[in-house]
């Protein structure tokens, strides 16, 4: 119940700090009050995500993957549904997106309610309040520097990409473009073609993040903390991590080798080129489950700070990586500089999380799983 009113109240604030302002932030990213709608239904449906995340948890933590299921089925088919009654059927175009967000929320977020409400009693308890923020306000920054760990490569890729070699321009674009300027179109022509490349290489290495990576993590938190008092705790660690690596290496590299296919089958032909990022950027994912399988050791002893101080590392490692390596290798530049931060965060949060709570992790199969995939995947695309 603490908890839970917690985020009703954060919300409130937030929707109450943004909603009046949606014109005011359709000016400052676009120049234009035409926007405004498009910010209030994004606020509003907002507010409604952050309810529904107690009782998700709670339903994570009786360790019911059967209801979360069908939940995550049941947000799935809502969303698909209100998008294709207003970006179809009525035409409303990206409002049409932001809408269905929150339609689907609007019609979830009772469905989690009458859930949760059945395991809660109408008490507060301040002690309880102040150990819940305590430990979850130094993961505010964390999930900031994880935004921009997912979005800087892309303005960095617009900003300092080589210059592509050609441009897909519509004749009546093209037609356009010259009336308006006066100016002759020649040579190479600067676009956004890399950033495209990347952004669908990294949509395609996503196959692990979602299919493999995210159900993990789903399962990790309650996992992590109901074992963490049984004798054999440190020993479910180890084989936890192994496992992982085993899985997760073992599907970025049949991704990676099938990327070729995958990717003629799902692009169209200026950008077969992307998967050639796929398996990096598909084990820079794989470094990001270390990461969090290695969170173990700050969280179970709630020193949830470190997770800033590793969040930080990697944010400033991938900027500065991003503008080294771009310029040089463009769209691969990126994915290499995406793994190494990842890489570097696993590695800083282990150095951190043996401090406060030693493990012995067996990283010798898990860098050796790794070496003998890359070197495997490596041969398959030479050869």
Same mark, same amino acid.
């Given at each position: 119940?603490?908890?839970?009113?917690?985020?009703?109240?954060?919300?409130?604030?937030?929707?109450?700090?943004?909603?009046?302002?949606?014109?005011?932030?359709?000016?400052?990213?676009?120049?234009?009050?035409?926007?405004?709608?498009?910010?209030?239904?994004?606020?509003?449906?907002?507010?409604?995500?952050? !309810?529904? =995340?107690?009782?998700? /948890?709670?339903?994570?933590? *009786?360790?019911?993957?059967?209801?979360?299921?069908?939940?995550?089925?049941?947000?799935?088919?809502?969303?698909?549904?209100?998008?294709?009654?207003?970006?179809?059927?009525?035409?409303?175009?990206?409002?049409?997106?932001?809408?269905?967000?929150?339609?689907?929320?609007?019609? !979830?977020?009772?469905?989690?309610?009458?859930?949760?409400?059945?395991?809660?009693?109408?008490?507060?308890?301040?002690?309880?309040?102040?150990?819940?923020?305590?430990?979850?306000?130094?993961?505010?920054?964390?999930?900031?520097?994880?935004?921009?760990?997912?979005?800087?490569?892309?303005?960095?890729?617009?900003?300092?990409?080589?210059?592509?070699?050609?441009?897909?321009?519509?004749? *009546? /674009?093209?037609?356009?473009?010259?009336?308006?300027?006066?100016?002759?179109?020649?040579?190479?022509?600067?676009?956004?073609?890399?950033?495209?490349?990347?952004?669908?290489?990294?949509?395609?290495?996503?196959? =692990?993040?979602?299919?493999?990576?995210?159900?993990?993590?789903?399962?990790?938190?309650?996992?992590?903390?109901?074992?963490?008092?049984?004798?054999?705790?440190?020993?479910?660690?180890?084989?936890?991590?192994?496992?992982?690596?085993?899985?997760?290496?073992?599907?970025?590299?049949?991704?990676?080798?099938?990327?070729?296919?995958? =990717?003629?089958?799902?692009?169209?032909?200026?950008?077969?080129?992307?998967?050639?990022?796929?398996?990096?950027?598909?084990?820079?994912?794989?470094?990001?489950?270390?990461?969090?399988?290695?969170?173990?050791?700050?969280? =179970?002893?709630? *020193?949830?700070?470190?997770?800033?101080?590793?969040?930080?590392?990697?944010?400033?490692?991938?900027?500065?990586?991003?503008?080294?390596?771009?310029?040089?290798?463009?769209?691969?530049?990126?994915?290499?500089?995406?793994?190494?931060?990842?890489?570097?965060?696993?590695?800083?949060?282990?150095?951190?999380?043996?401090?406060?709570?030693?493990?012995?992790?067996?990283?010798?199969?898990?860098? *050796?799983?790794?070496?003998?995939?890359?070197?495997?995947?490596?041969?398959?695309?030479?050869?």
């Amino acid at each position: 119940t603490t908890t839970f009113l917690f985020q009703v109240a954060a919300s409130g604030v937030i929707f109450a700090l943004t909603y009046p302002f949606s014109g005011e932030l359709s000016i400052l990213f676009f120049d234009t009050r035409d926007y405004t709608v498009y910010f209030q239904f994004a606020t509003a449906s907002q507010m409604l995500m952050m !309810l529904k =995340v107690v009782p998700l /948890s709670v339903i994570r933590a *009786k360790e019911r993957p059967g209801v979360f299921s069908i939940l995550t089925i049941l947000r799935f088919g809502l969303t698909m549904g209100f998008n294709i009654l207003f970006v179809v059927g009525m035409e409303s175009g990206p409002l049409g997106v932001i809408q269905a967000q929150f339609y689907a929320a609007l019609v !979830l977020v009772p469905v989690l309610l009458v859930i949760t409400f059945r395991n809660m009693r109408p008490r507060l308890s301040w002690s309880q309040l102040k150990r819940v923020t305590s430990f979850g306000l130094p993961l505010v920054p964390a999930a900031l520097a994880g935004w921009v760990l997912t979005m800087a490569d892309r303005y960095i890729l617009r900003l300092v990409a080589p210059v592509t070699r050609f441009a897909l321009v519509a004749q *009546k /674009s093209l037609g356009e473009m010259a009336a308006k300027t006066g100016e002759v179109i020649a040579g190479n022509i600067p676009t956004l073609h890399e950033v495209g490349l990347y952004d669908l290489a990294y949509k395609f290495s996503l196959i =692990v993040r979602m299919g493999l990576i995210q159900p993990f993590i789903f399962a990790w938190g309650p996992l992590m903390f109901s074992v963490y008092h049984q004798p054999e705790a440190r020993r479910v660690y180890r084989a936890v991590l192994t496992l992982v690596s085993l899985a997760t290496v073992g599907v970025s590299f049949a991704v990676g080798v099938m990327s070729p296919e995958i =990717v003629r089958l799902m692009a169209t032909w200026p950008f077969y080129g992307a998967w050639s990022a796929v398996y990096v950027l598909s084990l820079s994912h794989c470094f990001y489950c270390l990461y969090i399988v290695f969170t173990v050791g700050t969280s =179970v002893v709630h *020193k949830s700070k470190y997770q800033a101080y590793t969040a930080t590392i990697g944010v400033v490692a991938n900027v500065g990586l991003n503008f080294l390596l771009i310029p040089w290798w463009g769209m691969m530049g990126a994915a290499l500089a995406t793994l190494a931060s990842f890489a570097l965060m696993a590695l800083a949060h282990y150095r951190f999380a043996q401090r406060e709570y030693r493990i012995e992790y067996d990283l010798a199969v898990v860098v *050796k799983v790794i070496s003998l995939a890359t070197v495997l995947w490596l041969a398959t695309t030479l050869l």
